[in-house]
């Protein structure tokens, strides 16, 4: 079983529509919790931490709930730019600081 | 702020070729240091990490070996490519700044 599981999609839908992703790790151990926008063949760019009393940036809603070990991503409003992949990523060791990524769901918003 | 310089961005190289990556690290001073590496499709895969200059870990079986001779500088290397070495190469710090990741080497191996 993979560490981070991800839906890999892809999510087509219309501008302006609302969109929700969502993600399960493993490790109940894991200590803090990202989202990240990859677009096309770059580095990956955080678009948000997730808390555990949940947490929005502006289009962006980001849940966590550990007790079922799921995170969530709402976007609202979507627009052409928000078309990209997103990353559900788990630090499960603060000593190492090092992340662990699912492999991303696709979001492709039409015009 | 943090920034990391990592070239090239792009590489072909033969089967069997030699490989050496480099990454350097600006803005921040004993900085944790790491190699991901992104195969077609998949997520990112940690490769090596080093929390200071010498010390390297290694989170995979793999023909790839890491070094880090300066506190800023992290170097990715093999001695023969194989064609499953293929793939996006990330460097990646963390430091006074948080998580900062490297534009990317996107190598084929043919």
């Known amino acids: 079983r993979k560490e981070v599981e991800q839906d890999p999609g892809p999510f087509n839908v219309p501008e302006g529509a609302t969109v929700a992703f969502n993600c399960t790790y493993s490790n109940s151990a894991s200590q803090s919790f990202f989202w990240y926008r990859q677009d096309c063949r770059k580095e990956p760019k955080l678009l948000m931490s997730?808390?555990?009393s949940g947490n929005e940036d502006g289009r962006f809603t980001a849940q966590l709930n550990r007790a079922s070990q799921y995170i969530s991503l709402l976007i609202r409003d979507s627009k052409l730019s928000d078309s990209a992949t997103y990353l559900c990523v788990v630090n499960r060791d603060t000593g190492r600081r090092a992340l662990t990524f699912g492999s991303g769901t696709r979001l492709q918003v039409q015009p | 702020s943090q920034t990391i310089h990592q070239w090239p961005a792009t590489l072909v190289q033969p089967v069997g070729s030699p490989l050496s990556l480099e990454c350097t690290v600006e803005?921040?001073?004993?900085?944790?240091l790491y190699w991901y590496r992104q195969a077609a499709g998949r997520g990112l895969q940690l490769l090596f990490y080093s929390v200071g200059i010498g010390q390297i870990s290694s989170e995979v079986p793999q023909n790839l070996s890491a070094s880090r001779p300066q506190d800023r500088q992290f170097i990715l290397s093999s001695k023969k490519l194989l064609l499953s070495d293929s793939g996006f190469y990330l460097c990646a710090c963390w430091g006074g700044d948080g998580y900062t990741f490297g534009s990317g080497t996107r190598l084929t191996v043919v």
């Open positions: 803005g921040t001073s004993n900085p944790n």
């Open positions: 997730v808390y555990s």
